[in-house]
C-alpha cells in the first residue's frame, strides 16, 4: 500500500484565497484524522471520520475550515478565506479504528498564507 | 484541564548513550499511549504503544514504560546512534477524550 497520500506538499497562496487540502487515506481504514501541526500549538486533531462520516470536528477552529468526506477513498479540508494564521502543516492520517490501532500519517501539506 | 508535557524540547546526548525521553500528563486516565518518531518535512510514525495494564514494552534498542500511579511515561533508546536524531512524540487515548499529542522532544545523538 502506498500510505496515506496527501496533495498538494507545499502551497502558498494569498490572504483570502481559498484553500482546498486533499487526502487519500489507506485502504481498510475506517478511520480518518485531520491534524494541524504548529511551532507553538504542536499537533492538534481538527477533525475525525468514522465511515465517511464526521464524529468530531471540536478542534476545527472556526466556520472557515471545513472537511468533507464524500467516500472511502478520499477527503478535504477546505479553508474559506484563509488568513496568515491558518500557515501550518496540515495532516491527514488514518487508522482501521480508534482505539489502540496506530495512526498512519500521511507527509502533510506545507500550507502559508501571505 | 488535561495536559501532556514531554520533558524537553531538545536533548542533546553523545552516541552510544541512553537517551531517555519524558511524557508526563494530567487530569487523564489513559487507556493507552503511543510513542511516534517524526523526521523534518516528514509525517510521524508509530513507534511503540503500550497499555495501561502493561508496565514495560520493547521492541529491538526500545522501551517504553508506562506509570499510572505516576503518570508518566519514560521512552528509552538505547545504544544511541546518529540515525535516532529526530522529534518523538508522545500521544494519549482516554476514553473520556480524543487522541493527545505532546509536543514532541526534539533528540540529537551526536557522534
Known amino acids: 500500500d502506498a500510505g496515506v497520500i496527501q496533495s498538494p506538499r507545499h502551497e502558498v497562496t494569498e490572504m483570502g484565497q481559498e484553500v482546498t487540502l486533499r487526502c487519500k487515506p489507506i485502504s481498510g481504514h475506517d478511520y480518518l484524522f485531520w491534524y494541524r501541526q504548529t511551532m507553538m500549538r504542536g499537533l492538534e486533531l481538527l477533525i475525525y471520520f468514522n465511515n465517511n462520516v464526521p464524529i468530531d470536528d471540536s478542534g476545527m477552529p472556526e466556520d472557515r475550515f471545513s472537511a468533507k468526506m464524500p467516500n472511502a477513498s478520499f477527503s478535504t479540508l477546505k479553508i474559506q478565506p484563509s488568513e496568515p494564521r491558518d500557515s501550518a502543516v496540515y495532516f491527514c492520517?488514518?487508522?482501521?479504528?480508534?482505539?489502540?490501532?496506530?495512526?498512519?500519517f500521511g507527509e502533510g501539506s506545507w500550507l502559508t498564507v501571505v | 484541564s488535561q495536559k501532556i508535557e514531554q520533558n524537553s524540547e531538545a536533548l542533546n546526548i553523545q552516541e552510544g548513550k541512553t537517551a531517555t525521553l519524558t511524557c508526563n500528563y494530567t487530569?487523564?486516565?489513559?487507556?493507552?499511549l503511543q510513542w511516534y518518531r517524526q523526521d523534518p518535512g516528514r509525517g510521524p510514525v508509530f513507534l511503540l504503544l503500550?497499555?495501561?495494564?502493561?508496565k514495560e514494552k520493547r521492541k529491538e534498542r526500545l522501551k517504553v514504560t508506562f506509570d499510572t500511579t505516576l503518570k508518566q511515561s519514560l521512552f528509552h533508546i538505547t545504544a544511541s546512534q546518529p540515525a535516532d536524531s529526530a522529534t518523538y512524540l508522545c500521544a494519549l487515548y482516554s476514553s473520556a477524550s480524543k487522541i493527545i499529542f505532546g509536543s514532541g522532544t526534539r533528540l540529537s545523538i551526536r557522534p
Open positions: 487530569n487523564y486516565s489513559p487507556a493507552y
Open positions: 492520517a488514518s487508522s482501521i479504528s480508534y482505539t489502540g490501532n496506530t495512526i498512519y
Open positions: 503500550i497499555r495501561e495494564n502493561e
